[in-house]
Each structure stands twice: as C-alpha cells, then as structure tokens.
C-alpha cells in the first residue's frame, strides 16, 4: 500500500515510480521495442487501449458504501476528465472522448449500493442481478473491495490509463480528495443518497462519446419528488407537477464544481494547485481565450504531429518526468504564461481558502461546528500512523500504465 497523504509522500513515491518505468524502458528498449503509454500507436503497430485502475482503502462498510455511491454519481466527469482518444502519428486526431470505455464490454455502469455490509451485500448483490441484469459487481466502474488480508477498498477501474506520470499523479490526487470527502460525511452522519439511474447512464454515453465537450444533466430532483416507481433503482418517472426539469450543463462546469466540492480535501492532502494542473488548465483556460493545446490529449496531438519518433521519445520522456503538472505545464508555462499564472493562482487561493461542508443539522440550529466539521488538515499532514494514515492511501496496480 502506497500511502500519498502528503506532498512529500507523493512526491517521494513518483520518483521512485518513475525510476521502476525507465528500467522496465530499458528492457524493452533492449530487445528492440520502445514503451508507450496506453493509446498511441505507431505505422506498424495499433494503439492497445487500456486503463489505470485505482484501490482505495476505506475504514468501514459504511464509507465504502457512501465513497462507491459518491464517485458513481461523478463517474461522467471522471470520464470526460481523462478518457482519451488513439493518437497516432501522421493520423487525424480521435476525438472520442474515451476510445478505450466506448469499445468495451467489461464495464458496466455503477448501481447504487444501499449497503455493502457483509450481512447485507449478498441480498443486495441478488437484488440487483434481478433487477437490473447485473451479476458481479466488479464489472461495474466503480465497485466495492475485499483485500486478502481483509481490508475494505473502493476499486475504480473506468478512468483511462494515463498518458504521463503527472496525468497519474493528478487522478490518484482527485480520488484520494473524494475518499476524504467521503470520510468526511461518514464522520457528520450523513450518507450518499440515490441518483436516477437512467440520468447517470445518459451522461457516462455522452462523456465518453464527446469527452469534455459533452452536455451532461445535473439532476436536481430530491428522492421524495420523484414517483414511487422510480424509488428502487433511481430510473423512474419524475414528478413533473413539484420538481423542474433537469438541466443540461457543460462536462466542464460539471467537472468543475466536481473538484470545489474536493477543495478543502485537497488543502488537507497538502496538494497544490500545480499537482492537478493538468484537470484545472483543461477546465478554465477556454474561458480565457486558450482553447487549443489546453490538455494532455492535445499535446500529444503536437508531437504526433511533428513524426512518430518525435512522438515516441516525448512519451516516454512524460512517463518518466516527476515533475508536478508535467510536461503539459511547462509547454503552456511558455506559449501562455499569463493565462496559466491566472488559472493556477485561482485555484490556489480556492483551496486555501476553502472550509468543510457543514451538516444540515449545524446549519439549521446555527451552532457552532463541532470536533467532526473541524480542518483535519494538521492530523493527515504529520500523521503516518492508524486511521490518518489511512486517510491518503492509495493502491495503484498500474494497469496502462506503461504499454510494450
């Protein structure tokens, strides 16, 4: 178990990461092959699609519960994140948001999970393989772990396998951020309710059809307006005479209001702005003009574009490089620079400033917070130890990483 609780934790881990991909480039540079990153392929050989799937350690059955039945309801914009299309050199650019998840038959979209307790889930694991059609959980993109030595994880297995070690870094920050917060609601008492299933299913299409192009629907009708017949799995009718309809938003603004909710996360998991700069320069740079070469995607689509040697080497080279941000960063650190301090420094200042939710109850009695609502930031910064530790763990089998 890799634990990336602090900036230093990560940054230690990542260089050792990158140390084990160039001796394992050697060796397939010495029996005449070159290492790629999943989706790039070359005149001779097709891209091999593939993902990179994240564990995380969770400390109960009920935040495993709530932490599946949060990042189900953010597997769209995880999607429309990192889904990458094939990049070929000398080939037009593939603009499918992930060409890896729309070919695939071994991801299913996640259900809600009304318990994952050991005396609950084989009812529910019977409920939804009646009702729904689904028979092993772990198809789902999101599904709940048993490690052999007992430990519970949360397993998310839909996210593109990244294209360098700063793509890598940036997801496995996110999630670590989105188990905090699922930490968080366990800790006030409150739990991940159900989304409509149909809603969900229609924005994971679109997300990976058209990427962060795509127009996902936020719905926000609560459980008790929609009709009784849609309350088992999410997919029913809504109550058109109490509630509105649900309104369609950019996977950007999505996405966006994805990583806020995360802020105080982030700050507690000491990250910088820079740590996920390859999420924030794709979200807020078109809103200041910079709409081309503003993802990683895009920077691959330059080096495809200069010949598939130049291509090869600037990926292997990413696959190496610890640098926070990457090579995306310093490429737009020099063609807008101005536009990239703006982006960073914003967001710096949102996380800095950023203060935990607080539980409907407080906000109804207008108390003052109490110890569970208090900036856990000094625990999880200098802890190494029991459940604080655990607070950052992160287990990353690597799959897509590094492809031959």
């Known amino acids: 178990m890799t634990w990336l609780g602090t900036r230093t934790a990560r940054d230690e881990a990542y260089t050792a990461f990158a140390g084990v991909l160039r001796q394992l480039s050697e060796v397939v540079r010495a029996t005449g092959g070159v290492l790629v990153p999943p989706a790039l392929g070359t005149a001779q050989h097709p891209a091999v699609l593939g993902g990179d799937t994240h564990t995380i350690e969770v400390l109960s059955p009920v935040e495993q519960e709530v932490l599946c039945n949060l990042l189900r309801v953010q597997v769209p914009a995880l999607i429309a994140l990192f889904g990458r299309g094939v990049t070929t050199a000398g080939a037009p650019r593939d603009r499918v948001g992930s060409r890896w998840l729309a070919g695939s038959r071994s991801h299913l979209a996640t259900r809600f999970l009304a318990s994952t307790a050991a005396e609950h889930l084989d009812r529910v694991k019977a409920d939804l393989r009646r009702r729904d059609g689904v028979a092993l959980l772990d198809r789902m993109d999101v599904h709940p772990g048993l490690e052999p030595d007992g430990t519970l994880t949360v397993v998310v297995r839909c996210l593109d396998g990244a294209a360098t070690l700063a793509g890598v870094r940036t997801q496995a920050l996110l999630l670590a951020a989105l188990a905090m917060q ?113 993802t990683e995607t895009d920077m691959l689509s330059w080096w495809s574009a200069a010949g598939e040697n130049v291509l090869l080497d600037s990926s292997l080279a990413a696959l190496t490089d610890t640098t926070p941000g990457g090579p995306l960063l310093a490429l737009l650190n020099r063609s807008a620079p101005s536009q990239t301090s703006i982006v960073l420094g914003s967001w710096r200042s949102r996380i800095a400033e950023a203060k935990p939710a607080q539980p409907a109850t407080q906000q109804r009695q207008g108390g003052r917070p109490g110890r569970s609502q208090r900036d856990d930031r000094g625990r999880n910064r200098g802890s190494r130890t029991g459940n604080d530790r655990r607070a950052g763990d992160r287990r990353h089998h690597g799959e897509g990483n590094g492809r031959v």
């Open 182 to 294: 699922a930490r968080r609601m366990v800790r006030d008492g409150r739990r991940k309710g159900n989304a409509r299933q149909r809603i969900l299913e229609d924005n994971r299409a679109r997300a990976v059809a058209d990427g962060l192009r795509a127009r996902l629907v936020v719905d926000d009708t609560k459980p008790n307006q929609r009709r009784p017949d849609g309350q088992g799995n999410g997919s029913g009718r809504r109550n058109t005479a109490e509630s509105p309809a649900p309104k369609a938003n950019s996977a950007r603004d999505v996405a966006r209001n994805l990583v806020r909710a995360a802020a105080v996360e982030l700050r507690n998991l000491d990250a910088d702005a820079e740590e996920i700069a390859p999420v924030l320069l794709a979200l807020d740079l078109p809103d200041l003009g910079i709409t081309r070469g503003t």
